[in-house]
């Protein structure tokens, strides 16, 4: 599609309770970027895909946090046994791989998932 | 550690106003920096710099980027109250990795 799409655009979970988050890119985009938006704070970088490869994993969580990118299917992000400081905006973004200089550092936002962790 | 610092972090202006907000920053292997507005949803892209001195403009919104200095600033003319919003400044850096480093942005409330 044209447009970054996320699903759910909320999702409630009890502690402890498993959760999954899901991203469509942009067709024809390569890269695929996931971010923490705590409380309306600065984003903080996750993790990202270069098609189904991990990128750069710098920013996850050690434990609890996992992510993939499959082919012909959404790229999800789980989190396993949710805390309650897990609740936040998740955004994912996805960018060109070929094109003008700088298309992989432009980065198109899909609308994000709330997670409240209750 | 990569840092991106905003300024103000909130501004209350009256339609018709012009607005300059700021963002300095102190990266490693600077690539770019981008502006993106945030309303409700998703950020929405605004622009991208990557050479200094080289202002880019769209409608009634323009940015410029001083490599020197590390700094950008994107200016609103005769807002409206439409432009009310969220705007984030981010830097891809780091060699090849692509991430963004955001600040915290910068609220703008235009007022009729």
């Known amino acids: 599609g044209e447009e970054v799409a996320q699903t759910p655009k909320h999702l409630v979970r009890g502690e402890g309770q498993k959760a999954k988050l899901y991203c469509a890119p942009i067709?024809?985009?390569?890269?695929v970027f996931w971010y923490q938006q705590v409380l309306k704070n600065e984003f903080k970088f996750l993790i990202s895909?270069?098609?189904?490869?991990?990128?750069?994993e710098t920013g996850m969580p050690k434990e609890r946090f996992s992510a993939k990118c499959l082919p012909n299917s959404p790229c999800s992000l789980e989190i396993q046994a949710t805390k309650l400081e897990d609740s936040a905006v998740y955004f994912c973004?996805?960018?060109?791989?070929?094109?003008?200089?700088?298309?992989?550092?432009?980065?198109?936002f899909g609308p994000g998932t709330r997670l409240t962790v209750l | 550690e990569d840092k991106v610092v905003q300024s103000p972090l909130s501004l209350v202006v009256h339609e018709g106003d012009t607005v300059t907000l700021n963002c300095s920053y102190e990266?490693?292997?600077?690539?770019?920096l981008l502006w993106y507005k945030q309303e409700k949803k998703a950020p929405t892209f605004l622009f991208m710099l990557?050479?200094?001195?080289i202002e880019k403009k769209s409608g009634r919104l323009s940015s410029i980027l001083d490599k020197k200095e590390l700094f950008s600033i994107l200016n609103i003319t005769a807002t409206q109250t439409g432009d009310s919003a969220i705007y984030l400044c981010a830097v891809s850096s780091g060699g090849s990795n692509y991430k963004l480093t955001f600040g915290k942005g910068t609220l703008l409330t235009v007022n009729p």
């Open positions: 973004a996805s960018s060109q791989l070929g094109g003008l200089a700088g298309a992989r550092d432009t980065q198109y």
């Open positions: 990266v490693t292997n600077f690539r770019s």
């Open positions: 895909f270069q098609n189904e490869n991990v990128f750069d």
């Open positions: 067709k024809g985009h390569s890269y």
């Open positions: 990557t050479s200094s001195g």
